[in-house]
């Protein structure tokens, strides 16, 4: 089966500027996690959704926001970008959460590397 | 908060050493998941412990939760170049979020 999709893969933005990241889970996952990817800190925890709604959100400003849709599609956005917000942008799904012992373990999509000049 | 301190960093070996990284937590966690990702790539599961005390292996790898619930060992009996990569130890006690360690980044030396 298809396994997590993630895009654009690559991108160059200026700052100022907004930016939406798209992902789309692995049939059947409900639960979407969203990190953020840097040499300096390592994975961190965005937020996640599951059935639309958001569950919970990491330590990050306002100017990061997503979503969720009927389908489990997900998108992230940032807006007024940073030069410290460049970054590999890496979306996770789940089946859900709670499910049993397999129902939480995060499948990876490619991410998306976001370039702020 | 939800926290998993890693260590070390890095670690660099020569080809057929073995390597070891650690996760430990303040707190007890439900249970604790593995992840590696190579260079250039994306993080990749590869095992969950549950129970307090287990011990999993998958071929050259052994994967350790302590008795307490609170730390988790891999250890890679002698390494090879394929093994190269950034190993993660994560929690998901927290609910509905799975935080990651810092990671461990492993070099092989051929």
């Known amino acids: 089966k298809a396994g997590v999709t993630q895009t654009p893969r690559y991108l160059i933005k200026t700052r100022g500027q907004q930016v939406t990241l798209s992902c789309s889970p692995i049939?059947?996952?409900?639960?979407v996690s969203w990190y953020q990817q840097t040499p300096g800190q390592g994975l961190q925890f965005l937020f996640e959704?599951?059935?639309?709604?958001?569950?919970n959100k990491g330590n990050f400003p306002g100017r990061f926001s997503g979503r969720q849709f009927s389908n489990s599609r997900s998108e992230m956005n940032v807006s007024t970008l940073e030069l410290g917000d460049s970054a590999l942008y890496l979306c996770a799904s789940s089946l859900a959460r709670g499910g049993g012992t397999g129902a939480n373990v995060l499948t990876f999509g490619a991410g998306s590397r976001l370039t702020v000049l | 908060g939800q926290q998993v301190m890693q260590i070390p960093q890095y670690q660099h070996v020569q080809e057929g050493e073995d390597f070891t990284t650690y996760c430990n937590s303040s707190?007890?966690?439900?249970?604790i998941q593995w992840y590696k990702q190579r260079p250039g790539g994306h993080p990749v599961f590869l095992i969950q412990?549950?129970?307090?005390?287990e011990v999993k292996k998958q071929k050259r790898l052994t994967f350790q939760f302590g008795e307490a619930k609170k730390n988790s060992s891999l250890h890679i009996t002698a390494t090879q170049t394929t093994d190269v990569g950034t190993y993660f130890c994560a929690d998901n006690t927290g609910g509905f979020k799975t935080i990651f360690g810092a990671g461990t980044r492993l070099f092989v030396k051929a």
């Open positions: 959704y599951f059935s639309e709604t958001q569950r």
């Open positions: 049939s059947g996952h409900r639960s």
């Open positions: 412990l549950v129970k307090s005390g």
């Open positions: 707190t007890t966690l439900s249970n």
